[in-house]
C-alpha cells in the first residue's frame, strides 16, 4: 500500500481506537490505522472471567518478558500487552479507574497547560456511557459502556466492614466525588461482555470508506524528510510496505512499544542509536526512560466455607455456566471474581491514596477441576496490593535494530528504599485489614506469605520472590515542559514535525489508578488537538481526598 493519508495511526489498541473513531467522524480525512495483531473476535476475549485464561497463556500477546534485575533476585516473567485489535483493552481485567484529581493537577503544575483535572474531567465523560447515567463525573451518551460488577460478591459486606474498622468509609463511585475508601470498581463490560476500546470506538466506524484498518501490520519505522514525519514503513504478509501522511503520524502503541518505534526510526539517545547503526532524526535522550508502573504484593488465605469462585470452577459447573454466558451474559462468567476494592493511605504520608487493594475470592492458581481428574487449588482468598506512586523508574531500550527483536524491558521495582519499605507495610497494611473482627471471620489462617514471614528481612525475602507489577506500564515518552521529556504538552514530539504520540506512554507520572481510562481519554484530548478544535469546556468540580476518620488506622 503507498496510497496517501491524511493521518496515519500505529496501534489499534486502547488510544489508537479512539483516534481513528475520532479522526475519520468528520468524514474529510482519510485514515490508516495499523495493527500487528488480528481479529479480537474470541470467545476468551469476549468472556469477562477469560482474561485469565489469555494472559497466562499468552494468547493474542507480544511476549514480552523482562529483564533480570538484581532487586528482584534476577526473576523474569511475562508483561502482557495486547496483539490484536483493541489492545490491551481486549486482554485486560477490565477494571475502569481514572487515578485521582491530584494527579492531573500535578501534571498541570509541572507545566504542563490543559492537562489539569478540571480540563481532563470533560473527556473522560465523553468517552463514556456510565450505569449511573450522566453526571457531574460521568457520561451518559460515550461510545465505551462501563457497568458494575453483575457477579454475586459473597465476601463484600465483609471486607468493606473490616475497612471501616480501620477508619475507611464505603465509596460507591471511585471516579466520583471521593478519591478513597473500600468499594467495588466500575467495569468496561457491556450485557456480560468485554467492552474493550475496539468495541467501543472502531467497531461502529470500520464502515467508514475514509478509515482504513489493517491487521498484521507491524510498524517497522517512521518515514521522514528532514525533520518532517511523511509516513509509516510497515511488514505485511512477509512484505515491507510504506503508506505516506499529508498530515500527521500518531504513535500509539503503549509504553512498551511506542519508544521502540521511535528508537527504530532515529528517535531517541544519539549515542545509543548510533552504536546500533540506526541515523539519528532527533536526540532525544528521554525516549525509553521514566518507564513507571505500579509495583504489586501479594497474599493469600484460606477462606472459610465455600463461598469462592473455586466451586464454580468444578467442571460440570463451568460447563453449565459457559452457557449461560453464552445465552444470557450472565453467571460467575460474566464478571469478576473479585470481592472488594479499596484505595487506602498505607505509609500515612499524604491525603490522597498511596495504595490499591484488591480483594479476590480465588486464588491465584485456580484452575478448572473435577474429582478424579484433577485437584483444584481450594477455598482461598487472594489480596494484591499495588503502590501507586513508586519512586523507582524502569526504561525501555533496544536490542538490536531489527524491528523484528523485541525490546528490553527493565522494571525497576524495589530499586529504592523507599519502594522497599513500601512493599514491606503493603503486607503488613493486608494483615492489619484480615485481623480486624469483620475480615477474620471469612478466614481461617493465612497461606501466603506465612506466619513465619514477619521482621523487615523476612517480609524482604519474600518480596524479591513474587513482586510483580500491575501491568500498567506508564510514562516512557512522556510529556514534559521546557526541554525535558518527549513530547509537548500538545503530545507532539520534540525535535520532528508531523508526529505525536498519543497513549499510556504519555503520561508524565503513573496515575493513582488503572491505566486504560487515561489512555483513552489522552486520545480523546489528542483528537481534538490534531484536527484544531477548542478543547471541551472545563469542570467546575474537583475530588477530595479519601477523607474518613483514618485514627484507627496509624493510632
Not at 510496505?241 to 539517545?269: C, F, K, N, Q, T
Not at 548510533?274 to 488465605?301: F, N, S
Request: glycine content about 12%; overall charge neutral.
Amino acid at each position: 500500500m503507498t496510497a496517501g493519508f491524511d493521518f496515519i495511526i500505529v496501534g489499534a489498541g486502547s488510544a489508537g481506537c479512539v483516534l481513528a473513531n475520532r479522526l475519520s467522524a468528520p468524514g474529510t480525512a482519510r485514515v490508516l490505522l495499523l495493527e500487528a495483531g488480528g481479529s479480537d473476535r474470541h470467545p476468551l476475549v469476549r468472556m469477562p472471567i477469560g482474561w485469565f485464561s489469555l494472559v497466562r497463556q499468552g494468547r493474542f500477546d507480544w511476549g514480552l518478558r523482562n529483564e533480570p534485575e538484581e532487586a528482584t533476585d534476577g526473576r523474569v516473567w511475562p508483561q502482557p500487552r495486547g496483539k490484536l485489535l483493541g489492545g490491551t483493552s481486549s486482554i485486560n481485567g477490565m477494571m475502569y479507574s481514572r487515578g485521582v484529581a491530584a494527579d492531573y493537577d500535578g501534571w498541570a503544575a509541572a507545566g504542563l497547560a490543559g492537562w489539569d483535572y478540571a480540563s481532563v474531567l470533560p473527556y473522560f465523560r465523553r468517552s463514556e456511557t456510565n450505569w449511573r447515567g450522566a453526571g457531574d463525573y460521568h457520561g451518559g451518551d460515550g461510545p465505551l459502556r462501563v457497568e458494575r460488577q453483575r457477579a454475586a460478591q459473597p465476601f463484600y459486606d465483609g471486607i468493606v466492614a473490616a475497612g471501616r474498622a480501620l477508619g475507611y468509609r464505603e465509596n460507591d463511585d471511585f471516579n466520583g466525588a471521593g478519591a478513597g475508601g473500600f468499594g467495588m470498581p466500575d467495569f468496561t463490560v457491556h450485557r456480560g461482555r468485554r467492552h474493550s476500546s475496539a468495541d467501543a470506538f472502531l467497531a461502529a466506524a470500520r464502515s467508514r470508506p475514509n478509515l482504513v484498518v489493517q491487521t498484521g501490520a507491524t510498524a517497522t519505522r517512521i518515514l521522514f524528510d528532514g525533520d518532517r514525519a511523511t509516513g509509516v514503513e510497515y511488514a505485511r504478509d512477509g512484505q515491507l510496505h510504506r503508506a505516506e501522511a499529508d498530515g500527521e503520524v500518531i504513535v500509539a502503541g503503549g509504553a512498551y512499544h511506542s519508544p521502540h518505534l521511535l528508537m527504530l526510526s532515529g528517535i531517541g539517545e544519539a549515542a545509543m542509536l548510533q552504536r546500533h547503526g540506526i541515523g539519528v532524526v532527533a536526540d532525544l535522550p528521554a525516549v525509553g526512560q521514566d518507564l513507571q508502573d505500579h509495583p504489586m504484593v501479594g497474599a493469600g488465605y484460606a477462606a472459610r466455607g465455600t463461598a469462592t469462585f473455586e466451586r464454580a470452577l468444578r467442571l460440570d459447573r463451568l460447563a453449565l455456566a459457559a452457557v449461560d454466558w453464552a445465552l444470557r451474559g450472565r453467571g460467575p462468567l460474566a464478571g469478576q471474581p473479585m470481592s472488594a476494592q479499596a484505595f487506602v493511605n498505607v505509609l500515612g504520608d499524604g491525603d490522597w491514596p498511596d495504595v490499591q487493594v484488591q480483594v479476590s475470592h480465588v486464588s491465584m492458581m485456580a484452575q478448572p477441576w473435577f474429582p478424579l481428574w484433577r485437584k483444584g487449588a481450594g477455598h482461598q482468598i487472594g489480596v494484591g496490593a499495588l503502590q501507586l506512586q513508586p519512586e523507582g523508574r524502569g526504561e525501555i531500550t533496544l536490542r538490536s535494530a531489527d524491528p523484528a527483536d523485541a525490546p528490553r524491558v527493565r522494571l525497576g521495582l524495589l530499586a529504592t528504599e523507599g519502594d522497599r519499605r513500601a512493599a514491606r507495610e503493603m503486607v503488613r497494611f493486608i494483615r492489619r485489614l484480615f485481623a480486624t473482627a469483620a475480615a477474620s471471620e471469612l478466614v481461617s489462617a493465612e497461606l501466603f506469605p506465612g506466619p513465619a514471614a514477619q521482621s523487615d528481612a523476612e517480609l524482604d525475602a519474600v518480596i524479591r520472590a513474587t513482586i510483580m507489577t500491575g501491568s500498567h506500564p506508564t510514562s516512557s515518552c512522556a510529556m514534559a515542559a521546557g526541554n525535558g521529556g518527549v513530547l509537548d504538552a500538545e503530545l507532539r514530539v520534540k525535535g520532528v514535525r508531523g508526529l505525536r504520540v498519543a497513549d499510556a506512554s504519555a503520561i508524565p507520572r503513573v496515575p493513582r489508578g488503572n491505566t486504560n481510562a487515561p489512555a483513552i481519554m489522552i486520545a480523546e484530548k489528542a483528537s481534538d488537538l490534531i484536527l484544531g478544535r477548542a478543547p471541551l469546556p472545563r469542570a467546575a468540580i474537583t475530588q477530595t481526598p479519601i477523607g474518613g476518620d483514618r485514627s484507627k488506622e496509624f493510632a
